[in-house]
């Protein structure tokens, strides 16, 4: 069933267009509310929906980073670019740190490409005060879902990851130039600031809604994590990568990402394919879903404990402290 679902490739680009022209159907609307000056808070319900759009856009430029979208390569490739300067992320170089990702998700002796800071007990333990404060401001989601989300996707996707190559570094350069053509554009048509007051919000909504996707399918209690020399890709796939099970609308526009466990097992199976694979294979009918009600508890998580393997909070960390 997974050889299965993985050759399957959509042949279609009509459901790729559908959702640029929705989001962007949105922006008509925002513009319209902006240029005639409706209260202001019309418009952020307007960019909640586009924000909507722009984490749907970005699992499709995610599978064409995996090359799993479509049958061709090169229409992977196009489609990439496009849906990458549309969600302000390069594609070549996101393709290159998310490959990374995948080849050392879970991997304590391999950390710090393309994941979440996260540091071991020990490690917090052993680290001076000023590493402990910045540790514990990085990991407050008021600040990773806020201002880290809004950095990631504004400032530092404006850069080449650590180790790019020329591919990589161009693809930056390529998004980066496209971006500033669309400003320049919107500044000469729209104005600066309309173009501001429309695309700012959906950016800082959907760079909040996508990071905390990306936190809650490998940071969550029970998560599996090792060192290298007994680290264990399918461990790492059906342990250390959840099933967050979302309500039918909220699946849709999440592109069945939640379904990231089995993403992990076979990551050429294209997005539209997940939930039939997951319908079909007995084997994942076992893996014990995320709500967004757990989900909500793993904000507490901030370390990951070696002894009991499991993700702890700072709070229990003080707690072990003083047995």
Same mark, same amino acid.
């Given at each position: 069933?997974?050889?299965?679902?993985?050759?399957?490739?959509?042949?279609?680009?009509?459901?790729?267009?559908?959702?640029?022209?929705?989001?962007?159907?949105?922006?008509?609307?925002?513009?319209?509310?902006?240029?005639?000056?409706? #209260?202001?808070?019309?418009?952020?319900?307007?960019?909640?929906?586009?924000?909507?759009?722009?984490?749907?856009?970005?699992?499709? =430029?995610?599978?064409?980073?995996?090359?799993?979208?479509?049958?061709?390569?090169?229409?992977?490739?196009?489609?990439?670019?496009?849906?990458?300067?549309?969600?302000?992320?390069?594609?070549?170089?996101?393709?290159?740190?998310?490959?990374?990702?995948?080849?050392?998700?879970?991997?304590?002796?391999?950390?710090?490409?393309?994941?979440?800071?996260?540091?071991?007990?020990?490690?917090?333990?052993?680290?001076? #005060?000023?590493?402990?404060?910045?540790?514990?401001?990085?990991?407050?989601?008021?600040?990773?879902?806020?201002?880290?989300?809004?950095?990631?996707?504004?400032?530092?996707?404006?850069?080449?990851?650590?180790?790019?190559?020329?591919?990589?570094?161009?693809?930056?350069?390529?998004?980066?130039?496209?971006?500033?053509?669309?400003?320049?554009?919107?500044?000469?048509?729209?104005?600066?600031?309309?173009?501001?007051?429309?695309?700012?919000?959906?950016?800082?909504?959907?760079?909040?809604?996508?990071?905390?996707?990306?936190?809650?399918?490998?940071?969550?209690?029970?998560?599996?994590?090792?060192?290298?020399?007994?680290?264990?890709?399918?461990?790492?796939?059906?342990?250390?990568?959840?099933?967050?099970?979302?309500?039918?609308?909220?699946?849709?526009?999440?592109?069945?990402?939640?379904?990231?466990?089995?993403?992990?097992?076979?990551?050429?199976?294209?997005?539209?394919?997940?939930?039939?694979?997951?319908?079909?294979? #007995?084997? =994942?009918?076992?893996?014990? #879903?995320?709500?967004?009600?757990?989900?909500?508890?793993?904000?507490?998580?901030?370390?990951?404990?070696?002894?009991?393997?499991?993700?702890?909070? =700072?709070?229990?960390?003080?707690?072990?402290?003083?047995?």
């Amino acid at each position: 069933m997974l050889a299965d679902a993985g050759s399957s490739k959509l042949k279609m680009s009509k459901p790729v267009w559908y959702q640029a022209i929705g989001k962007y159907a949105y922006s008509d609307l925002s513009i319209h509310t902006v240029q005639q000056e409706y #209260p202001y808070w019309i418009t952020l319900v307007l960019a909640v929906v586009a924000a909507g759009f722009m984490v749907r856009i970005f699992i499709l =430029f995610h599978d064409c980073c995996h090359g799993s979208f479509f049958a061709s390569r090169r229409t992977n490739t196009i489609l990439g670019y496009v849906s990458g300067i549309l969600t302000f992320t390069p594609f070549a170089d996101w393709r290159h740190a998310h490959n990374l990702h995948h080849a050392t998700a879970g991997d304590l002796d391999r950390r710090g490409v393309g994941d979440i800071w996260t540091m071991t007990t020990a490690e917090y333990l052993a680290a001076p #005060p000023r590493k402990r404060l910045v540790y514990r401001i990085y990991r407050n989601p008021f600040v990773l879902f806020g201002p880290g989300a809004a950095l990631l996707f504004l400032f530092f996707q404006r850069f080449a990851t650590k180790g790019a190559g020329k591919r990589e570094r161009r693809s930056v350069f390529l998004t980066n130039v496209a971006l500033l053509v669309i400003v320049g554009t919107a500044s000469l048509t729209i104005g600066f600031q309309t173009y501001l007051l429309i695309q700012l919000p959906v950016i800082l909504i959907g760079a909040s809604l996508g990071l905390w996707l990306f936190y809650i399918q490998h940071q969550f209690e029970s998560v599996y994590w090792s060192r290298h020399e007994s680290w264990d890709p399918m461990k790492v796939a059906l342990e250390g990568s959840s099933y967050f099970k979302l309500p039918t609308i909220l699946q849709w526009f999440t592109g069945n990402i939640g379904l990231h466990h089995i993403h992990h097992v076979r990551p050429s199976i294209p997005n539209y394919n997940l939930q039939r694979c997951h319908d079909d294979t #007995p084997a =994942f009918h076992a893996i014990k #879903p995320v709500t967004i009600r757990t989900s909500i508890k793993s904000l507490g998580l901030a370390l990951y404990d070696e002894k009991q393997q499991k993700l702890i909070s =700072f709070r229990s960390l003080a707690a072990l402290a003083t047995r």
